[in-house]
């Protein structure tokens, strides 16, 4: 904190802590060194992993246990090994949150013969482009907080990854104080909605044998009670995909085990395709 301003690396752990996140997964190195020290000095715990896919699916796994999970790693040969678990998170709809280290924006600049470096200085940030829901190269302390901001809200809203670059020379600088909440934004649209619960309760009420079919989403975005309420007070019986599999209890009277199309067993792909209200 200088003269009462947050610097970059600060402003980015406050932000982590106000969506849950209080352990960080990954390995220190070189171009994150000095991000590595903030966490040391700070309240989010480290928990140091052997490599950095390791890293990256233990991340996943708080994720979907915490509501938001971060490793932190260092750049090229960091970032690089973690895109398995990366694509694996985006395909699975977890919200991890990568942190990587990067050659200084001067060092950049100046076309500097650095270690660990692809084809040029941004070749890991197009290569997340790809496997997250946002993404953001922290150069420039006028929008690094917008931008810090942008990539958590993507990553809270869409429950899928998102990757922050921040280079070694702008952990210590100060950033521009943002205006407004970061989870702003998202209003609902009350006639939309309203339309569509009419249709869905109506179907639902004319149906004779309504089936709930509940995914990972439940999962995501912390469902589970009400579908469990929904379930007991309908006595709706309730089958799950795979990846949403102990979203309901499974000793549960009323749960009838998982839905996989060709894979289920045979009474459970029968109740769900002769099922006259499938509810997704």
């Not at 694509?87 to 050659?103: C, F, H, R």
């Not at 929904?230 to 995909?241: F, G, M, S, W, Y």
Request: with cysteine; glycine share 10%.
């Amino acid at each position: 904190m200088q003269n009462g301003q947050s610097t970059i690396g600060e402003y980015l752990l406050k932000k982590l802590r106000d969506y849950g996140v209080d352990h960080i997964f990954g390995i220190p190195g070189d171009y994150v060194v000095q991000f590595f020290d903030l966490i040391e000095k700070g309240p989010i715990q480290h928990i140091g992993t052997t490599r950095e896919d390791t890293a990256g699916f233990a991340a996943d796994a708080y994720a979907r246990i915490k509501g938001m999970g971060a490793a932190c790693v260092t750049y090229g040969v960091g970032g690089l090994s973690m895109i398995n678990a990366v694509t694996a998170a985006y395909a699975e709809k977890s919200p991890l949150v990568v942190i990587s280290g990067s050659p200084g924006i001067e060092e950049c600049r100046e076309g500097a013969l650095l270690h660990h470096k692809g084809r040029d200085f941004y070749t890991q940030q197009r290569i997340y482009d790809e496997i997250t829901v946002a993404s953001a190269l922290l150069d420039d302390p006028f929008t690094a907080f917008n931008e810090i901001d942008r990539v958590l809200d993507a990553v809270y809203w869409q429950k899928r990854p998102g990757y922050i670059e921040l280079p070694r020379d702008m952990v210590s600088i100060q950033g521009q104080v943002y205006q407004r909440p970061s989870t702003d934004g998202h209003p609902s649209d009350p006639e939309t909605l309203n339309a569509a619960l009419a249709n869905a309760i109506g179907f639902i009420n004319q149906s004779e044998n309504p089936i709930i079919l509940a995914g990972a989403d439940l999962h995501r975005f912390g469902y589970q009670n009400k579908l469990l309420r929904l379930t007991e007070e309908k006595q709706i019986p309730v089958v799950t995909t795979l990846l949403g599999k102990s979203v309901m209890p499974e000793a549960h009277p009323i749960y009838l085990g998982i839905y996989g199309g060709g894979m289920s067993r045979d009474e459970v792909s029968m109740l769900v395709e002769t099922s006259d209200c499938v509810i997704i």
